[in-house]
Structures are given as C-alpha cells and as structure tokens.
C-alpha cells in the first residue's frame, strides 16, 4: 500500500498520522515500534503495511462543488433545430468543470458552446438534432450533475397553430391582391409555399412575407389561371388552400344601384352630379357621354371617394344634356341629363304672395321681396335699368330662396321701377314718392 507524496501530507500526532489527498483523509496508528527499514520508508514518503502493525481508517472531507442543484432543469424536451442550454452553479467562481455527452468530453464546437459567467456554468447544444438527445454531465472535482435532452422529431410537434382561423376557401374577384395566412408554432420555423405542387418564390405575381409567427403570401392582381390548390409547407407538414377566381363580368360591380338618381333635370348654367357606388374601393371606373370617353376639363370633374364615384358637369348648357355612362369591367350604369332653359323655367315661385302696393314715409327703409325656384338662383336688382350694388342706400340680401332689396332711409328720387332679375326671367316693382308722404309699390310680371 503507497501514498502519493504529495505537499498535502502532514502528521498531526505521535498517536496517529493525518495524511490528506485531494478530500481523501487518511490515519494510520501503529503497534510497535518501527524498524529500521521502515523508518527509512517513512522518511521517503512511503508507508510499507505489515500484517503485525497497521490499522488505518479512512474518511473522506466533502467539499460541495455545485450548489443550488435543486434549483437546475435536468430533464430537457426538445425540438429538432432548437437550442438547448444546461445550467448550473458551483460553489466557487475559480472552478472549472467538464462537459460530456454520454460519457465522452465535449469541447467548444459549431455544435456545442460552452460558458462560464462568475459562478455559472453553462452548455448550449445549438440546433439539436435527434442524435443530440442523450445523457448529459457537468463534472467537477470528482462530482457531477446529470442531464436529459429526449429531441423530438418536427414530424411530431404541430407546426402550424390556430388552424381553425385559417380562411382556406377563398374567392377573389380578377385583378384583385388575395392574400393567404397562416400562424406557425415557432419563430423560426421556415415555410416553403407551392401552388399546384409547384414551389412559389418571391416575384412580381408573388410576395412571400414572414413576421414573427405569421406567414403569408399574397397573390397580387390576380388573374383566372391563378385560381388552384396553394399549400404551405414546413417539417413535412402543410396546410392548404383553395383560390377560386371569377370573373368581372359575372360579379357585380355597382352596388346600391335602386338608390340611384338615373334621370336628372336641370336647368341651364348649374352644376350637376352623376353619382354610384362600386363594390370594391379599388375598382376604376370609366365615364362617357354618348359613347365618347369623358376626361377630367373644365367642364367635367371625375371624382373617387372609398367606394364613390362621381361625375361632375359643370355650369350645364343645352348641348350637355344626353346619356351618360359609367363603365367597369364590362359592367355599366346610364344616367340621363335633361337641361331646361331657364326661359322655359319657372325662376320665381309664390308671385301671387308678394306685395305690390306700398305706402312709406319718406326717410323709412323700403324693403322689395320675392322667392325664387331654385336657392343657388343668383339674381340682380335694377332701377330704371342700372344695376343695383350694394351700397349705403341700398342693401342687397339673399338667404335660402328668399331674395330681398332694402332702399334705406328713402327719398324723392329713390322713387321710381325697380327689378329683380335671373335666367332671363323678371318682376317688376314700381315705386312712387308723393311729397314725402307716401311712397307706394306697384308689381308687375313679365
């Protein structure tokens, strides 16, 4: 039986000695008094048994290497081309410690990263893989702490999450973007898409979008050949989805058409507006009068508001009246625009209402009213021909459809006739200033 000399031996008593080896303490005590011989072993460190004298006892001082175990994940699941970190903690930050999977020494590597952070000891196995699973040690000063990495397959976890909020029949107008969505279980899980079997990459009629968990690809402006099976790939799973594309002309473009206004008079020098709505925001539409394509000028205003459109016809003549269409994608609605001359149309209206004879007192305010057809009607005030503006003598008011012309403060020579005139049409009030104390109205229609 032999020590290793080492500087750790020591004697501690003539009763026994105290030799220590790494945490190994060991006594020996002997019974007689030793030979030359084996003093001369003792001085070099050597202690030769003998079935007469020895009697040693051993014990071993343990020293904790790793603490906080109770805290530390030893069983791992895992899934194929994650990450796994193993953890612990030693009792001291100057310990340094081994790692081995399934009994063999693990050194940093593409595979394994091994970390040491103050009192923290750490394997990351990147990217596992099945053959990654097995039976991991961190071992230190003859102690050891065991972990279990079990991998599992893809094939066997679900990839794609959520899969009941999947919209997979989908139907698509032409020339309309469709997009198809789904939600994977992992961040870093890559799909792969296909249409009819065929594998789709990011292109002009393809855009494939990742963002976070979600997935999508989005078929822009699609046209009938696009319509088909489309599925979504990952770890030989998929999920599917059916497009089915129609046709413009078999979908309706106007919508809310029983609400339109497709017969519209009015009269000469007003604006008039042809309205509808379409099904889709984005639908463009095209606008002719008498089968001419109409362009935004002076005289039209072309207008898109959501889901609105609107064709505006300026300041109307006799010549604009006629049919107008509003076309898209082979779908179409006919307005018709009468204009009427203002001769032939009735300007003032409840002329059997106004007064006609007036008495006033010179300096009084005269006040000459009327009502006209139409409350955008725009009239003009004469006396003796000239046209009124207004001034200090004369106020000229105009609220709703009621026109009024106030002469202020009236004197001799504010008697006299006076018209109210629009689109042709005209009423007539006579004024008469007798010496300042009456002035009389008289009404007269042409």
């Given at each position: 039986m032999g020590?290793?000399?080492?500087?750790d031996?020591e004697?501690?008593?003539s009763?026994g000695r105290?030799?220590?080896?790494g945490?190994l303490?060991?006594?020996s005590?002997?019974f007689?008094?030793?030979t030359r011989?084996e003093e001369e072993e003792?001085?070099?460190?050597f202690?030769v048994p003998?079935?007469?004298r020895l009697?040693?006892?051993?014990?071993?001082e343990?020293q904790?290497?790793?603490?906080?175990k109770e805290?530390?994940q030893k069983?791992?699941?895992?899934?194929?081309?994650?990450?796994?970190?193993?953890?612990c903690?030693v009792a001291q930050?100057?310990?340094e410690?081994k790692?081995?999977?399934?009994?063999?020494l693990?050194t940093?590597?593409?595979?394994?990263?091994?970390?040491?952070e103050?009192?923290s000891?750490?394997?990351i196995?990147?990217?596992v893989?099945k053959k990654?699973g097995?039976?991991?040690t961190?071992?230190?000063?003859g102690?050891k702490?065991?972990?279990k990495v079990?991998?599992?397959?893809?094939e066997?976890?679900e990839?794609?999450?959520?899969?009941?909020?999947v919209q997979?029949?989908?139907k698509?107008?032409?020339?309309e973007n469709?997009s198809l969505?789904?939600?994977?279980?992992?961040?870093m899980?890559?799909v792969?898409w296909?249409?009819?079997?065929k594998l789709?990459?990011?292109?002009?009629k393809f855009?494939?979008e990742?963002?976070?968990?979600s997935?999508?690809?989005?078929?822009?402006?699609v046209e009938?050949k696009?319509g088909?099976e489309?599925?979504?790939?990952a770890?030989?799973?998929?999920?599917?989805f059916?497009i089915?594309v129609?046709?413009?002309?078999?979908?309706?473009i106007?919508v809310n058409k029983?609400?339109?206004?497709?017969d519209?008079?009015v009269?000469a020098?007003e604006n008039?507006?042809?309205?509808?709505?379409v099904?889709q925001?984005?639908i463009?539409?095209?606008?002719?009068?008498?089968?001419?394509?109409i362009?935004?000028?002076?005289?039209?205003?072309?207008?898109?508001e959501?889901?609105s459109?609107h064709?505006i016809?300026?300041q109307?003549e006799?010549k604009d009246?006629?049919?107008y269409?509003?076309?898209?994608?082979g779908?179409?609605l006919?307005f018709?625009?009468?204009?009427?001359?203002?001769?032939?149309?009735?300007?003032f209206?409840?002329?059997?209402k106004v007064?006609?004879?007036?008495?006033?007192?010179?300096?009084?305010?005269v006040?000459?009213?009327c009502?006209?057809a139409?409350a955008?009607?725009?009239v003009k005030?004469f006396k003796?021909g000239?046209?009124i503006?207004s001034?200090?003598?004369?106020?000229?008011?105009a609220?709703?459809?009621?026109?009024c012309?106030?002469?202020?403060?009236?004197?001799?020579?504010?008697?006299?006739?006076?018209?109210c005139?629009?689109?042709g049409?005209?009423l007539?009030f006579?004024v008469?200033?007798a010496?300042?104390n009456?002035v009389?109205f008289?009404?007269?229609s042409?």
């Amino acid at each position: 039986m032999g020590w290793d000399h080492s500087p750790d031996i020591e004697v501690t008593s003539s009763l026994g000695r105290r030799r220590t080896v790494g945490s190994l303490v060991v006594f020996s005590q002997m019974f007689h008094d030793p030979t030359r011989e084996e003093e001369e072993e003792e001085a070099l460190g050597f202690l030769v048994p003998t079935k007469r004298r020895l009697r040693c006892a051993f014990y071993k001082e343990v020293q904790e290497m790793f603490v906080n175990k109770e805290k530390v994940q030893k069983d791992f699941k895992a899934m194929a081309s994650e990450d796994v970190s193993l953890s612990c903690e030693v009792a001291q930050a100057k310990t340094e410690v081994k790692w081995f999977k399934d009994g063999k020494l693990i050194t940093s590597s593409k595979k394994f990263k091994v970390e040491t952070e103050g009192r923290s000891r750490r394997l990351i196995v990147q990217q596992v893989e099945k053959k990654d699973g097995g039976e991991y040690t961190c071992e230190a000063g003859g102690q050891k702490l065991t972990f279990k990495v079990t991998v599992a397959d893809r094939e066997a976890v679900e990839v794609f999450v959520n899969k009941e909020k999947v919209q997979k029949d989908i139907k698509v107008v032409a020339s309309e973007n469709v997009s198809l969505s789904c939600e994977v279980a992992q961040a870093m899980t890559e799909v792969k898409w296909f249409k009819d079997g065929k594998l789709i990459t990011s292109s002009k009629k393809f855009k494939v979008e990742a963002e976070g968990r979600s997935r999508c690809l989005v078929v822009q402006q699609v046209e009938k050949k696009d319509g088909g099976e489309y599925t979504c790939e990952a770890d030989s799973q998929k999920l599917t989805f059916k497009i089915t594309v129609a046709d413009r002309e078999a979908e309706e473009i106007f919508v809310n058409k029983e609400k339109i206004q497709k017969d519209i008079k009015v009269v000469a020098s007003e604006n008039v507006s042809l309205s509808c709505d379409v099904a889709q925001a984005k639908i463009d539409v095209k606008w002719f009068k008498d089968g001419k394509l109409i362009t935004s000028s002076k005289k039209f205003k072309v207008e898109a508001e959501g889901r609105s459109r609107h064709l505006i016809v300026q300041q109307v003549e006799k010549k604009d009246g006629g049919e107008y269409t509003c076309e898209a994608s082979g779908q179409k609605l006919n307005f018709k625009v009468a204009v009427v001359d203002r001769e032939a149309e009735q300007m003032f209206t409840n002329k059997e209402k106004v007064q006609k004879d007036f008495k006033a007192v010179a300096s009084e305010d005269v006040s000459l009213s009327c009502e006209v057809a139409q409350a955008k009607a725009d009239v003009k005030w004469f006396k003796d021909g000239k046209l009124i503006t207004s001034s200090k003598k004369f106020k000229v008011e105009a609220e709703g459809r009621s026109r009024c012309l106030v002469v202020q403060q009236v004197e001799k020579k504010d008697g006299g006739e006076y018209t109210c005139e629009v689109g042709g049409q005209k009423l007539t009030f006579k004024v008469a200033v007798a010496g300042g104390n009456t002035v009389i109205f008289s009404f007269t229609s042409f």
